[in-house]
């Protein structure tokens, strides 16, 4: 997969190949986080494998250890509870109606966020992320 990113500029409505600029990066291919990658360490690919059997064959998410319990997106067809804001996200993004160009003010305004440290171990992310939507962002 040659480029599987891709930037996305709102202000100006458009799409680039680069990561330098305004607009928000997205991963383009949806299957990527499926695949194991052929350029992958051998390291990265003895230590991922331990994790793979115990994750295929549990029956219920209790059955693994916290990390790796906290890492699981859905479990036999639902969302875990981790990531039930995600339907309630993807709802308000259809629901809102285009803005009218007309009506737009000249001058753009933005808010820049910056996290570091343990983002996702924390749940920092998870956080952050539910007071901005708190806020209307």
Same mark, same amino acid.
């Given at each position: ?7 996305? !500029? ?7 190949? !680069? ?20 350029? =992958? ?14 994750? =295929? ?81």
């Amino acid at each position: 997969i040659e480029r599987p990113f891709f930037r996305y !500029d709102p202000c100006t409505n458009s799409c680039h190949d !680069d990561m330098e600029g305004n607009g928000v990066i997205c991963l383009a291919v949806d299957i990527l986080p499926t695949e194991f990658s052929k350029e =992958a360490s051998q390291h990265f690919g003895d230590i991922l494998s331990k994790f793979v059997a115990r994750l =295929a064959s549990a029956k219920e998410l209790l059955e693994l250890p916290s990390h790796l319990r906290k890492a699981c997106i859905a479990h036999a067809g639902r969302l875990t509870s981790l990531y039930e804001y995600i339907p309630r996200m993807r709802k308000t993004i259809i629901e809102l109606p285009p803005a009218p160009t007309n009506l737009l003010p000249d001058k753009k305004y933005n808010s820049l966020v910056s996290l570091s440290g343990h983002l996702f171990d924390k749940f920092l992310i998870n956080e952050a992320l539910d007071i901005i939507e708190t806020a209307g962002g």
